[in-house]
């Protein structure tokens, strides 16, 4: 609880992406440094979004102006090239509405789809607008989509989201976003149900280790057409899983803080966790030094190990995380939507009783994977419901917030996958996890 208490601290003093954010406790210092220097915060912010039309007016007023889906509100720039995938699209593809994304969630590509809609009131659930036949397929897997808003001041939305696709050629995708910025439940909504329906475009002609790159970066430029203005400087992080149940495949796919975890429910044991992408991690930062952004870090008398990215000299935005869709203002400066691909099918193969969690950083910043896998594992063992456990656990993060912070909670974001199958314990998995422990 004590190592919480720092961190949350010094999380919510700097919030991702947020511009003009009041910096508090330890993080104040990182904000300041940054900003020693500067002659003019808005005149390099023009700078770098490269005196485009985007970046008129104050970092306040980019972040604020708000884009309807599907209009593209001014010329904006073009982010980065990811090395990874071609930044193109179609031409029939360069504005994709709401509507249009509607019509393909009810088409014959898909058997069923949910996303989440934001909100505002603390600890409540996001609503989940269901089509098709939802979450309800495929029959022989078991689904619990759940999101809640945190506690973060007066009416501030819930700036997770989720969606969760089952294609018409036996893949699930599933999807799970932490908006940060004043516009960040806007671009995480918008991410979360446009890589499913990118990803419905180039499976199964590609394999998922290009189909995954692809989608982000696709994801990516929709964010830098159609809302222009509110991705300067909102963005978000995401963290995706592709299951395809008969052909045992498992991918995960991931950019920023939000994380996936494989785990076993008869081991009790985290097969897979990925990793976070902050800028103090080596790889990230010469990245990031390499391309003229100022990082600060900043190592706690606990151990704990802080890092921002701003623009050169301005003491904006101060990011928290290496790797994001959005955040325009800094894609110039080697923060990119890239997203780091793992084939995790053999781990998923060997597995008893295999199962994802993907979530946001609201639930991994206050219980870690190996508890999470061990909360559900045990309720299994005890004869209990294992969805349920989603809740469970999404609430006990909620109240070591509130321990910890007592006027602060940040949003919170569950989503469980796991084969019908393995739900129910039986004689041989209770021989199978004592042989584990054994080992241990």
Same mark, same amino acid.
């Given at each position: 609880?004590?190592?919480?208490?720092?961190?949350?601290?010094?999380?919510? !003093?700097?919030?991702?992406?947020?511009? &003009?954010? +009041?910096? /508090?406790? *330890?993080?104040?210092?990182?904000?300041? $440094? #940054? @900003?020693?220097?500067?002659?003019?915060?808005?005149?390099?912010?023009?700078?770098?979004?490269?005196?485009?039309?985007?970046?008129?007016?104050?970092?306040?007023?980019? !972040?604020?102006?708000?884009?309807?889906? &599907?209009? +593209?509100? /001014?010329? *904006?720039?073009?982010?980065?090239?990811? $090395? #990874? @995938?071609?930044?193109?699209?179609?031409?029939?593809?360069?504005?994709?509405?709401?509507?249009?994304?509607?019509?393909?969630?009810?088409?014959?590509?898909?058997?069923?789809?949910?996303?989440?809609?934001?909100?505002?009131?603390?600890?409540?659930?996001?609503?989940?607008?269901?089509?098709?036949?939802? @979450?309800?397929?495929?029959?022989?897997?078991?689904?619990?989509?759940?999101?809640?808003?945190?506690?973060?001041?007066?009416?501030?939305?819930?700036?997770?989201?989720?969606?969760?696709?089952?294609?018409?050629?036996?893949?699930?995708?599933?999807?799970?976003?932490?908006?940060?910025?004043?516009?960040?439940?806007?671009?995480?909504?918008?991410?979360?149900?446009?890589?499913?329906?990118?990803?419905?475009?180039?499976?199964?002609?590609?394999?998922?280790?290009?189909?995954?790159?692809?989608?982000?970066?696709?994801?990516?430029?929709?964010?830098?057409?159609?809302?222009?203005?509110?991705?300067?400087?909102?963005?978000?992080?995401?963290?995706?899983?592709?299951?395809?149940?008969?052909?045992?495949?498992?991918?995960?796919?991931?950019?920023?803080?939000?994380?996936?975890?494989?785990?076993?429910?008869?081991?009790?044991?985290?097969?897979?966790?990925?990793?976070?992408?902050?800028?103090?991690?080596?790889?990230?930062?010469?990245?990031?030094?390499?391309?003229?952004?100022?990082?600060?870090?900043?190592?706690?008398?606990?151990?704990?190990?802080?890092?921002?990215?701003?623009?050169?000299?301005?003491?904006?935005?101060?990011?928290?995380?290496?790797?994001?869709?959005?955040?325009?203002?800094?894609?110039?400066?080697?923060?990119?939507?890239?997203?780091?691909?793992?084939?995790v099918s053999n781990l998923w193969e060997r597995s008893t009783a295999p199962f994802v969690v993907l979530a946001s950083d609201g639930l991994w910043d206050a219980?870690?994977?190996?508890?999470?896998?061990?909360?559900?594992?045990?309720?299994?063992?005890?004869?209990?419901?294992?969805?349920?456990?989603?809740?469970?656990?999404?609430?006990?993060?909620?109240?070591?917030?509130?321990?910890?912070?007592?006027?602060?909670?940040?949003?919170?974001?569950?989503?469980?996958?796991?084969?019908?199958?393995?739900?129910?314990?039986?004689?041989?998995?209770?021989?199978?996890?004592?042989?584990?422990?054994?080992?241990?």
């Amino acid at each position: 609880a004590g190592r919480h208490s720092a961190w949350a601290s010094r999380r919510r !003093a700097c919030t991702s992406g947020a511009v &003009g954010t +009041v910096a /508090r406790s *330890g993080t104040r210092g990182l904000v300041a $440094a #940054a @900003a020693a220097g500067a002659s003019s915060s808005l005149a390099a912010a023009r700078q770098a979004l490269g005196g485009s039309s985007a970046g008129a007016g104050t970092p306040r007023e980019a !972040a604020t102006a708000t884009a309807t889906a &599907g209009v +593209v509100v /001014r010329p *904006g720039p073009v982010s980065g090239e990811s $090395a #990874a @995938a071609p930044r193109r699209l179609p031409p029939n593809l360069r504005r994709v509405t709401s509507t249009d994304l509607d019509a393909w969630a009810r088409g014959p590509a898909v058997l069923g789809h949910a996303h989440s809609r934001p909100s505002c009131e603390p600890y409540a659930l996001s609503a989940v607008r269901e089509m098709g036949r939802g @979450a309800e397929v495929p029959e022989d897997w078991s689904v619990r989509l759940l999101s809640a808003a945190g506690m973060k001041g007066r009416e501030s939305p819930n700036q997770d989201a989720f969606s969760y696709t089952v294609l018409d050629n036996g893949w699930i995708v599933c999807v799970a976003c932490d908006g940060h910025g004043e516009q960040g439940e806007v671009i995480s909504e918008r991410v979360a149900r446009m890589i499913p329906f990118f990803l419905s475009l180039h499976l199964p002609a590609l394999s998922l280790d290009e189909a995954l790159p692809r989608a982000f970066a696709q994801a990516q430029t929709d964010l830098e057409r159609c809302f222009s203005s509110a991705q300067a400087y909102s963005g978000t992080t995401v963290a995706a899983c592709c299951i395809h149940g008969e052909r045992h495949e498992a991918w995960f796919a991931h950019a920023g803080d939000s994380r996936a975890v494989l785990g076993d429910l008869v081991s009790s044991t985290p097969l897979f966790v990925t990793e976070e992408h902050k800028a103090h991690d080596p790889g990230e930062h010469q990245r990031l030094e390499e391309a003229g952004a100022q990082v600060i870090t900043k190592r706690y008398e606990d151990g704990e190990l802080v890092s921002r990215i701003f623009i050169p000299k301005t003491g904006i935005p101060g990011l928290a995380m290496s790797r994001s869709l959005g955040d325009g203002c800094l894609k110039k400066y080697g923060v990119i939507a890239e997203p780091e691909v793992r084939n995790v099918s053999n781990l998923w193969e060997r597995s008893t009783a295999p199962f994802v969690v993907l979530a946001s950083d609201g639930l991994w910043d206050a219980i870690t994977a190996e508890h999470t896998v061990s909360e559900l594992a045990g309720r299994r063992r005890q004869g209990l419901d294992v969805l349920l456990g989603a809740e469970a656990l999404l609430r006990r993060s909620q109240r070591l917030w509130i321990e910890a912070e007592g006027d602060y909670c940040d949003d919170v974001t569950v989503l469980l996958v796991v084969p019908s199958s393995g739900l129910v314990a039986n004689p041989e998995d209770v021989e199978i996890e004592d042989a584990t422990m054994e080992v241990m």
